[in-house]
């Protein structure tokens, strides 16, 4: 059974950082796509940050803000968020796809006060 480990959200007051972590340990090769997704409740779940090899695509709120990467260690990706807004609040997924692999994270809560 994969487990994607997730880290780094928490409570940042708005126009600051926050850094989240993705591991998705256990995998003996590199999985193609990693990507981050958020949600509010009660509304569909959104793209946020998507890496592919060295390809980034951003949802537009992201642009400017966020910037995706992936680490030197098989499997992890991170999300640098500047900026913060209140609208920002959500829980934030990890999801690392191959193929027909497809693997999510149990999310992480990212509150950005006013």
């Known amino acids: 059974q994969v487990h994607v480990v997730e880290s780094g959200g928490g409570l940042v007051a708005a126009g600051g950082s926050l850094r989240l972590s993705c591991e998705v340990p256990?995998?003996?090769?590199?999985?193609?796509?990693m990507a981050w997704y958020r949600q509010v409740a009660g509304r569909q779940r959104e793209l946020v940050a998507r890496?592919?090899?060295?390809?980034?695509e951003y949802g537009e709120f992201a642009k400017g803000r966020f910037t995706i990467s992936r680490g030197n260690a098989k499997n992890t990706a991170y999300l640098q968020m500047n900026d913060l807004e209140p609208e920002d609040t959500a829980v934030y997924y990890c999801?690392?796809?191959?193929?027909?692999?497809?693997?999510w994270g149990q999310g992480t809560q990212v509150t950005v006060s006013s």
């Open positions: 256990g995998i003996g090769f590199n999985l193609h796509a």
């Open positions: 890496i592919v090899i060295t390809f980034t």
């Open positions: 999801n690392a796809q191959d193929t027909s692999l497809d693997f």
